[in-house]
């Protein structure tokens, strides 16, 4: 899987240098808000084709958590 775009836009939504984003990155340094989540929801559909619920993406506190909840959905697609 190709996280780079995706990585590209999330940086974009939440308004941090792409370089910044790490797996380790927490998303509670960031704007993590309902509005971040929603405009998450449209790029992983975009970039991935996956429809993930909002649930579970506010739950993410990491980018990791983020990039593990991704390849998890592709994998029982």
């Known amino acids: ?3 780079e775009p995706f990585l590209s836009d999330l940086a974009e ?3 941090l240098d792409r370089a ?3 797996e380790e990155y927490p998303l509670d ?4 808000d309902s509005l971040a989540v929603v405009s998450t929801i449209a790029s992983i559909d975009e970039s ?3 429809a993930l619920p909002g649930d579970p ?3 993410c506190q990491s980018v ?3 990039l593990r909840l991704i390849r998890e959905a592709a ?3």
Do not use: K
């Open 1 to 3: 899987m190709d996280f």
């Open 13 to 15: 939504i939440l308004e």
């Open 20 to 22: 910044a984003l790490t």
């Open 29 to 32: 340094d960031t704007n993590w």
């Open 48 to 50: 991935f084709g996956l």
């Open 57 to 59: 993406l506010r739950a």
């Open 64 to 66: 990791g958590d983020l």
């Open 75 to 77: 994998r029982e697609r």
